[in-house]
């Protein structure tokens, strides 16, 4: 199956220091998994996970200046 039949996000989730940190996914527990495969425990531990927004891929340069 292509992978185009499920459509992927970009999400945004709040940081414990004020920065957002940007992951992609099928959904926000995707997009948490797919991190956690990128990321030590201790940068995991710094993501608040019950907290995202969903961003358009077109307004990511409006929150460039807050990624950690």
């Excluded at 099928?26 to 531990?45: C, F, G, N």
């Amino acid at each position: 199956m292509s992978s185009f039949s499920n459509p992927h996000y970009m999400y945004l989730f709040e940081m414990k220091n004020g920065k957002q940190k940007l992951a992609y996914g099928q959904s926000p527990q995707d997009a948490l998994d797919i991190l956690r495969i990128r990321l030590t425990e201790d940068e995991m531990m710094a993501i608040i996970t019950d907290e995202c927004v969903k961003i358009n891929q077109r307004k990511l340069q409006e929150y460039v200046h807050n990624l950690g």
